[in-house]
């Protein structure tokens, strides 16, 4: 390969602003596509390229796809992602962020940490917004297409994927999966292995890492409806910040939600919002409160999620209510009166327990005023006045408000985005190849560059690989589906198409640092020779005849 060509291309995509969530990402879908259609092969072959619209994307955002078509079916997938976070981080050197060679002679002048000033004088780190996440992988990926379309034989099929959206809700990877089943029938492909390029760090002993998994992420969201009263008359109601607070303290980095596979552990939740409903001040407690928090997974499903948190949530309801009642007996021995229990009863429910509920009660009046919130949140996403995971509370309070039974009550749902766990070792019959590719990553990396590498199950800092497979489907898609308010109305995925495509995942990235900080940097060597290489002896490796 070309490294002076790679390093072009690497500095030219970077230069592409392509903040996620904002238009910008179709200047990169522009750059690729363009890239592509200059290529001799693509030139000859228009078909074996392209892009592929989202479907109802407000920002009308594509995935950018290229075929090198070969001998035979066996396919690898090469996966990158073209979205980067923004610039903001950057202050004063914010336009600089887009442009390395500018930035490294002032980013000296800033803040820095020991770590990032000894990368910066070495000069073997390339800093800027995208560098590690992921503009390397993707001219990678670019550079080796190019590479394999000069071929005149080839024996097998190399199939890149660039998609948008990685860093937000992965809707490029989601409906990747609906392209993947596509390009397979359409062509007569048979997927391998998926290679992503997201960036690698360094364990404790300094060696490079591949990974032959990605982390799952589930987010729970839970909503409390108590009884409101005045402050005044404070036990005739109950606060659902107290006794969301306890569920907080039940779950918050509470290890039953960690998973152990084989020395990996994966960490354990924390909560990234809650709150009470109140919307300005009066003197009384508010009706409801509401959070959520994101369970990384290894092999816990929504099932087991659902479960444990209501197992929390029903010990610390319970918590409450033994609290209360001892609160209010001391009460009213201090002013001598008689010795009184209050109503409240332990009542906790997961989302599709009360969606069916409000339909039994309400029927079509509630599916009709479901529907117009639904509309309504869309709106105000838009404008910026609430996010998906907010708005969870909004839809269970339009749920809670058609149930008859008023009674203070918890329930358990799940948010968008939902990233299924994925590893090769979950595969049954996993072919001898997938399976013996780790060794042999390992080996030619020491023998051929060198370098020290080891393989991990996880890539724990999530991944568009979620969407290439489904293992557990029975615990996993009734739960999400029947759990998730926003399923089917904002937020999708075609786990029929993630079956079906069903393919081993390996992440083979450069070392990278400091992802979504100002001091964002990859490791130069990694991006020109290290990772090039072994990607490629990979791609080889599957499509040989070599087992």
């Not at 594509?62 to 997938?77: A, C, Y």
């Not at 992965?170 to 391998?192: C, F, I, M, W």
């Not at 409390?224 to 659902?240: A, D, E, L, S």
Request: charged share 25%.
């Amino acid at each position: 390969m070309n490294k002076q060509e790679l390093e072009k291309l690497f500095y030219d995509l970077v230069a592409v602003k392509s903040d996620t969530g904002t238009v910008r990402e179709q200047d990169a879908e522009s750059f690729i596509l363009t890239w592509l259609g200059e290529l001799d092969y693509f030139k000859a072959n228009p078909e074996l390229f392209g892009k592929y619209q989202l479907h109802n994307d407000p920002l009308d955002r594509s995935i950018i796809w290229g075929l090198r078509k070969g001998r035979g079916p066996d396919t690898v997938i090469l996966l990158h992602h073209h979205d980067v976070v923004d610039s903001f981080d950057y202050g004063v050197l914010k336009e600089l962020a887009y442009r390395p060679e500018e930035l490294i002679g002032q980013i000296s002048q800033a803040d820095i940490n020991q770590d990032t000033k000894q990368d910066l004088d070495s000069g073997n780190w390339i800093f800027g917004r995208g560098t590690a996440d992921m503009k390397a992988g993707a001219a990678i990926h670019m550079m080796l297409l190019k590479e394999y379309t000069q071929l005149d034989d080839f024996s097998g099929n190399l199939l890149l994927l660039s998609v948008p959206d990685e860093e937000s809700l992965s809707q490029g990877a989601r409906e990747g999966a609906s392209l993947l089943r596509q390009l397979k029938d359409k062509h007569n492909l048979e997927y391998v292995m998926c290679i992503d390029g997201e960036p690698h760090e360094r364990d404790d002993q300094g060696r490079a890492v591949f990974y032959e998994g990605s982390v799952g992420k589930t987010m729970v969201v839970v909503y409390v409806r108590g009884k409101k009263t005045h402050i005044g008359h404070i036990f005739q109601g109950i606060n659902p910040s107290h006794i969301l607070s306890e569920i907080v303290a039940q779950t918050d980095m509470n290890t039953v939600f960690s998973d152990v596979v084989e020395g990996e552990v994966s960490p354990p939740p924390s909560w990234s919002f809650m709150r009470d409903t109140k919307e300005q001040y009066d003197a009384s407690i508010p009706e409801s409160a509401g959070g959520y928090f994101s369970v990384l997974t290894l092999t816990q499903t929504p099932k087991d999620i659902l479960e444990n948190t209501k197992k929390l949530c029903e010990q610390a309801f319970d918590a409450v209510v033994k609290r209360i009642n001892q609160h209010y007996t001391n009460f009213r021995e201090m002013g001598d009166q008689p010795m009184e229990v209050l109503p409240w009863q332990t009542n906790v429910l997961y989302f599709s327990q009360a969606f069916e509920q409000a339909q039994k009660d309400s029927g079509d009046d509630f599916i009709q005023a479901y529907d117009q919130t639904i509309i309504d949140i869309v709106q105000d996403i838009s404008d910026g006045k609430t996010n998906i995971p907010d708005s969870n509370m909004k839809l269970i309070s339009v749920t809670l408000d058609y149930i008859k039974d008023k009674s203070p009550k918890v329930v358990i749902a799940f948010s968008p985005p939902y990233y299924p766990h994925i590893a090769n070792l979950d595969f049954k019959d996993l072919p001898d190849k997938a399976k013996n590719l780790g060794l042999q990553l390992m080996e030619y990396a020491k023998q051929n560059l060198d370098q020290d590498y080891v393989r991990k199950h996880y890539f724990m800092g999530i991944s568009d690989l979620s969407y290439v497979a489904l293992n557990d489907a029975e615990s996993v898609v009734p739960y999400i589906e029947k759990n998730m308010p926003h399923w089917n109305r904002t937020y999708t995925i075609p786990f029929k198409d993630l079956e079906a495509i069903g393919v081993p995942i390996i992440n083979i990235g450069p070392w990278g640092k400091d992802y979504h900080k100002f001091t964002e940097r990859v490791y130069r060597d990694d991006v020109l020779e290290y990772t090039p290489k072994l990607t490629k002896f990979t791609i080889e490796y599957l499509l040989s005849n070599r087992s």
